[in-house]
């Protein structure tokens, strides 16, 4: 099994930042694409950004220039950098991961999520 584990969200004023991490652990020979997703209340789950295990990025429109998806694969993790928070942006946020574990094939997980409230 694999579990992904989500921190960082909290409270923030608007145009402030937060940081939000999350790390993979379990049965994982390699991770290929890892990437955040936000729901807002009544809307649909929605990508943020995603990164390939070289390093490529792929953002939404409504966040580029104000966020920034990295990534350590020695510690299976995946990290946003967020700045320039709006109230638009508030919403529950979950990371996925794409794994190859020992078994054939590959796994899509996801955390648990973490709630960003960004307000005055």
């Known amino acids: 099994q694999v579990q992904l584990v989500e921190s960082g969200g909290g409270l923030v004023q608007p145009g402030g930042s937060l940081r939000l991490s999350c790390a993979a652990s379990g049965s994982i020979v390699a991770i290929d694409a890892m990437g955040w997703y936000r729901q807002a209340p009544g809307k649909q789950r929605e990508l943020v950004a995603t990164?390939?295990?070289?390093?490529?990025?792929n953002y939404a429109d409504s966040v580029k220039g104000r966020f920034t998806i990295s990534r350590d694969n020695a510690k299976n993790s995946v990290y946003l950098q967020m700045n320039s928070l709006k109230p638009e942006d508030t919403a529950v946020y979950y990371c996925?991961?794409?794994?190859?574990?020992?078994?054939?094939?590959?796994?899509?997980?996801w955390g648990q999520g973490t709630q960003v409230t960004v307000s005055s």
């Open positions: 990164i390939t295990s070289g390093g490529s990025t």
């Open positions: 996925n991961a794409l794994v190859r574990r020992t078994s054939p094939g590959l796994y899509l997980y």
